[in-house]
């Protein structure tokens, strides 16, 4: 299976400010994703992150909250926007393997304050 | 709607015991099955069923999909407290490829 980082591993950061996470894999993906969850809850999908198109959000997440970039087969990022503490959330990518099983990236924990 | 439906909600066993968690569910278009294993932040991938009735083994865990009745079990057996984390259960269905919905996941706790 493809080996996933991201970056940072955690965040604490004041309501109103904007944060960026980073998804690095080791090898070249067709599909990504972004999920999160949120304390005591299970994952939930937020994006499909395209390479060469806009991403692709689930019901409930939108682009201007949730910007999402993939500018290749190997990288993509995550801004949260505007944060509050709503927001505090683990936060996940995934890629797709060989058969279509996802593997996930070891996550982002950001506490909003 | 889609469903995804564990059970149960957590579980406390001793060293040695077996485990069954369940999962059942209703969704459109179901492609495959899938089961993690989350001990901190990231789920650890453990299984895909696509097909009835075919077990799927790793060490002491087994897993199982029954498309009839529209559930799958996961088995532990020889529980150690290394076992101890959120199992969750994930269906891919649906229009789009590789999304996935995950159920509320079983919390087990194993103690020594």
């Known amino acids: 299976s493809a080996v996933i980082s991201q970056k940072p591993s955690r965040d604490i950061c004041q309501r109103g400010t904007s944060l960026t996470i980073q998804c690095q894999v080791d090898s070249q993906v067709t599909m990504m994703f972004w999920y999160r969850q949120q304390p005591g809850q299970s994952l939930t999908l937020i994006a499909t992150?395209?390479?060469?198109?806009?991403?692709?959000?689930e019901s409930g997440f939108v682009i201007d909250k949730f910007p999402i970039s993939r500018p290749n087969l190997t990288f993509s990022t995550l801004t949260v926007s505007n944060m509050s503490p709503e927001d505090s959330s683990i936060y996940l990518c995934?890629?797709?393997?060989?058969?279509?099983?996802?593997?996930f990236g070891p996550g982002t924990r950001l506490t909003v304050l | 709607e889609d469903k995804v439906v564990q059970s149960p909600l957590s579980l406390v066993v001793h060293e040695g015991d077996t485990v069954t968690l369940n999962c059942s569910y209703e969704?459109?278009?179901?492609?495959?099955l899938l089961w993690y294993k989350q001990e901190k932040k990231a789920p650890t991938f453990l299984f895909m069923l696509t097909s009835s009735g075919i077990e799927k083994k790793s060490g002491r865990l087994s897993s199982i999909l029954d498309k009839k009745e529209l559930f799958s079990i996961l088995n532990i057996t020889a529980t150690q407290t290394g076992d101890s984390a959120v199992y969750l259960c994930?269906?891919?269905?649906?229009?789009?490829?590789?999304?996935?919905?995950f159920g509320a996941g079983t919390q087990v706790v194993v103690t020594p």
């Open positions: 969704v459109t278009n179901f492609r495959s």
């Open positions: 992150a395209n390479q060469g198109s806009e991403a692709t959000y």
């Open positions: 994930a269906v891919e269905a649906g229009d789009s490829w590789g999304k996935l919905q």
């Open positions: 995934s890629v797709a393997g060989q058969y279509n099983e996802q593997f």
